[in-house]
């Protein structure tokens, strides 16, 4: 029989809404290579590659009577090219017009009667450059069953690899309903607790729904009751959000966070600053100069809470290492001055929380290799997805990824920046991937509420800069 979706991945279903699309994104940006790419070569590799994960061929089924959850079924009528699509920037090509054509193509939701999940190969850019967009439900990604679609497609190797999984591949029948129904009902004798839950959900209260999400996620109702004593502070960042998006790609150096790292940090614990905390640093600082643009109040004890995904490294009972990503709500100091007092005061933040245990225990990511962080940005997303938006006031994701070049059918990856999905009253997410020597931001709005998106990208950029210059704590 079809296999049935989990309780978490039924819910990102049920909480779509037309404002809230629960789909990640990537913007993967490449050197065109001396013999050429195109449209059909991409759709070459990703026929080729998808043949490792079928559930890219498959779609979603409800049970009649929502008497259990949804079912993944094989598309008897799968068609690779409704799923990878083309499109073109005009003269000049720039990264501008590049942001223009993400912020419209990402909003729109997925076809919920096919495989979700979508790719756009976007020819034009200036200097010889192409990009690919991609688009996948959080429903199907799980980081066991199925992996992101860009993880999917890139490669280590400049030569593609000759390895081929011998496609064989024919739909299954579709179950009728009344194998659905029997199914279900069969499903339920062995566990009478999910149709309870499943129709107790309904789909009608959000709230307790995002509850069930976080018990599923890994028993963190005692966290959330410390989070939620403490509300996250008002914010231009939290209000009513519509369907459109604006969306800005900011790229910077590692090598500038390493060097921050290395001499604001002279003389203390190496590990007692990271370099997500410099990240997160930069990003403080930004807000404040953001809020100060826009005329807000910010003053000594303005913060901006932020929902922060990490992945962390644990030794399992036998010994053996595995990935966990665990979320903790930082309080980022806006209204401290001071850019590496800042620093410091995060670096403490963070610090304390994971020590003390406070950090959101998620979901044990086990069979990735490669690139990660696409797939890993998508379960980042599941976990802010899981949790009341109350608690903060914005999501911000960061993805270490490799150090050296990626590719896709011989064509070198250049750049890549992560689309993160908008939750009700949530006008901005923050992604970020480091890749071969940069760090990629993609900061995702909503088009009326953050008209000034772009400012804030510029503002990492300074605040970064602020931050290369800054005298150590405690100095002048």
């Given at each position: 029989?079809?296999?049935?979706?989990?309780?978490?991945?039924?819910?990102?279903?049920?909480?779509?809404?037309?404002?809230?699309?629960m789909?990640?994104?990537?913007?993967?940006?490449?050197?065109?290579?001396?013999?050429?790419?195109?449209?059909?070569?991409?759709?070459?590799?990703?026929?080729?590659?998808?043949?490792?994960?079928?559930?890219?061929?498959?779609?979603?089924?409800?049970?009649?009577?929502?008497?259990?959850?949804?079912v993944?079924?094989?598309?008897?009528?799968?068609?690779?090219?409704?799923?990878?699509?083309r499109?073109?920037?005009?003269?000049?090509?720039?990264?501008e017009?590049?942001?223009?054509?993400?912020?419209?193509?990402?909003?729109?939701?997925?076809?919920?009667?096919?495989?979700?999940?979508?790719?756009?190969?976007?020819?034009?850019?200036?200097?010889?450059?192409?990009?690919?967009?991609?688009?996948?439900?959080?429903?199907?990604?799980?980081?066991?069953?199925?992996?992101?679609?860009?993880?999917?497609i890139?490669?280590?190797?400049?030569?593609?690899?000759?390895e081929?999984?011998?496609?064989?591949?024919?739909?299954?029948?579709?179950?009728?309903?009344?194998?659905?129904?029997?199914?279900?009902?069969?499903?339920?004798?062995?566990?009478?607790?999910?149709?309870?839950?499943?129709?107790?959900?309904?789909?009608?209260?959000?709230?307790?729904?995002?509850?069930?999400?976080?018990?599923?996620?890994g028993?963190?109702?005692?966290?959330?009751?410390?989070?939620?004593?403490?509300?996250?502070?008002?914010?231009?960042?939290?209000?009513?959000?519509?369907?459109?998006?604006?969306?800005?790609?900011?790229?910077?150096?590692?090598?500038?966070?390493?060097?921050?790292?290395?001499?604001?940090?002279?003389?203390?614990?190496?590990?007692?600053?990271?370099?997500?905390?410099?990240?997160?640093?930069?990003?403080?600082?930004?807000?404040?100069?953001?809020l100060?643009?826009?005329?807000?109040?910010?003053?000594?004890?303005?913060?901006?809470r932020?929902?922060?995904?990490?992945?962390?490294?644990?030794?399992?009972?036998?010994?053996?290492?595995?990935?966990?990503?665990?979320?903790?709500?930082?309080?980022?100091?806006?209204?401290?001055p001071?850019?590496?007092?800042?620093?410091?005061?995060?670096?403490?933040a963070?610090?304390?929380?994971?020590?003390?245990?406070r950090?959101?225990?998620?979901?044990?990511?086990?069979?990735?290799?490669?690139?990660?962080?696409?797939?890993?940005?998508?379960?980042?997303?599941?976990?802010?997805?899981?949790?009341?938006?109350?608690?903060?006031?914005?999501?911000?994701?960061?993805?270490?990824?490799?150090?050296?070049?990626l590719?896709?059918?011989?064509?070198?990856?250049?750049?890549?920046?992560?689309?993160?999905?908008?939750?009700?009253?949530?006008?901005?997410?923050?992604?970020?991937?480091?890749?071969?020597?940069?760090?990629?931001?993609?900061?995702?709005?909503?088009?009326?509420?953050?008209?000034?998106?772009?400012?804030?990208?510029?503002?990492?950029?300074?605040?970064?800069?602020?931050?290369?210059?800054?005298?150590?704590?405690?100095?002048?």
């Amino acid at each position: 029989m079809a296999d049935r979706l989990s309780t978490l991945d039924s819910s990102f279903l049920a909480l779509e809404e037309p404002t809230t699309p629960m789909h990640v994104g990537s913007v993967m940006v490449f050197d065109t290579p001396s013999e050429g790419f195109d449209y059909d070569r991409l759709v070459q590799v990703i026929e080729r590659r998808i043949a490792y994960v079928p559930r890219y061929r498959q779609r979603v089924r409800t049970v009649p009577g929502k008497l259990a959850n949804p079912v993944w079924i094989d598309d008897e009528r799968f068609d690779v090219s409704y799923h990878v699509r083309r499109s073109a920037l005009p003269r000049p090509g720039n990264d501008e017009q590049l942001e223009e054509l993400i912020g419209r193509i990402q909003p729109r939701p997925l076809d919920r009667s096919r495989p979700l999940w979508e790719v756009y190969l976007v020819e034009g850019l200036a200097e010889d450059r192409f990009a690919i967009i991609t688009k996948t439900h959080q429903a199907l990604v799980d980081g066991v069953h199925a992996v992101d679609i860009a993880h999917l497609i890139l490669e280590d190797s400049e030569v593609p690899s000759a390895e081929a999984v011998a496609d064989t591949w024919h739909p299954s029948r579709e179950p009728s309903t009344t194998e659905l129904v029997v199914s279900a009902l069969a499903d339920t004798v062995r566990t009478p607790s999910q149709i309870v839950e499943t129709l107790q959900a309904g789909v009608t209260d959000v709230k307790a729904t995002a509850g069930r999400l976080l018990n599923q996620a890994g028993g963190v109702a005692s966290t959330l009751a410390r989070a939620s004593t403490s509300p996250a502070p008002t914010s231009p960042l939290n209000t009513r959000i519509g369907r459109a998006r604006r969306y800005v790609m900011v790229g910077t150096d590692l090598e500038d966070y390493r060097k921050i790292r290395s001499r604001l940090t002279k003389g203390k614990v190496a590990e007692d600053v990271t370099i997500n905390d410099v990240i997160l640093a930069t990003v403080t600082g930004a807000f404040r100069t953001w809020l100060m643009t826009r005329g807000e109040s910010v003053h000594g004890g303005t913060t901006v809470r932020a929902m922060v995904p990490v992945s962390v490294h644990t030794e399992d009972g036998r010994g053996s290492s595995g990935r966990q990503l665990t979320a903790c709500f930082v309080d980022l100091p806006v209204g401290e001055p001071g850019a590496s007092m800042r620093l410091h005061q995060i670096a403490f933040a963070m610090r304390q929380q994971m020590e003390a245990g406070r950090a959101v225990d998620a979901q044990t990511l086990s069979g990735l290799g490669g690139f990660a962080p696409p797939t890993m940005h998508t379960l980042a997303a599941r976990l802010g997805g899981a949790m009341s938006r109350r608690l903060y006031n914005v999501a911000v994701t960061n993805v270490p990824g490799p150090q050296h070049p990626l590719y896709v059918a011989g064509a070198q990856m250049a750049s890549t920046y992560p689309v993160m999905p908008l939750g009700q009253s949530q006008a901005l997410s923050i992604g970020l991937t480091s890749y071969d020597g940069g760090v990629y931001y993609g900061l995702n709005a909503d088009r009326d509420a953050l008209p000034d998106v772009d400012v804030l990208g510029q503002s990492i950029v300074d605040a970064l800069q602020e931050l290369l210059e800054a005298p150590r704590a405690g100095k002048r």
